[in-house]
């Protein structure tokens, strides 16, 4: 059994990480099992630079292979915000619920679907002790629907609605969400790296 550390405290990318790599013969731990864990602040401008931050603290702490996720929300609208302050969109909370209303709220006098263009994007970085950090990055293209729907997944994904469906991210089932997120696609790639 490989043994790997996800350098994240958010339940919703741990179930993700856990469903991805369980098959592929990965035992996954991630922060949650280790509240002594250092806390990384999030100084970098963009996702793979927090991705980074957060890999190395840990890995340099309990010298084992590390995968940390940098993630969010990018509304073209907006010029890509709440981008690498999606966490703290609405406040240091970090309130999925207040995040949401305040997307919606900003994009409450733009009606047209192709003005409402956004993206998931993931930055991995991995991080084995003794070599250079490498970064990779998933997008997945959707619409900010007009009001949330769903209840799976979590973060922005009840009013993210998927290109090419009708469905919002949180109402595909957990398969259907692992086959087509930003996540997925970065740990496909990282699994290339990871050989
Ligand atoms: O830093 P860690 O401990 O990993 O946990 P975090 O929740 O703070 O994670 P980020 O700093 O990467 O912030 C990611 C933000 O983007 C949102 N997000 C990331 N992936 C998402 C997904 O698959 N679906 C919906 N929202 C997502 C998430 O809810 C957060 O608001
Ligand atoms: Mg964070």
Redo the contacts with the bound molecule.
Sequence with gaps: MKHIIIA???KG?VREFEAILAPLGYQVQSLLDYPNSVDVE?TGETFEENAIL?AEAVSEQFNILTIA?????AVDYLNGEPGVY??RYAGPE?D?TA?IIKVLEKLKNVPSKEKRTAR?I?ALAVSIPGQKTQTVVGECEGYIAKEPSGDG?????PIFTVKNSTKT?AELSKEEKNQI???AEALKKVQGLLK
Excluded at 69 to 73: K, R, V, W
């Design positions: 994240t405290k958010n990318k999030e957060k996720d940098d993630s969010g929300l999606s966490a970090k999925d995040n998931f993931c997944g979590f973060g922005y994904d991210m997120s930003h996540r």
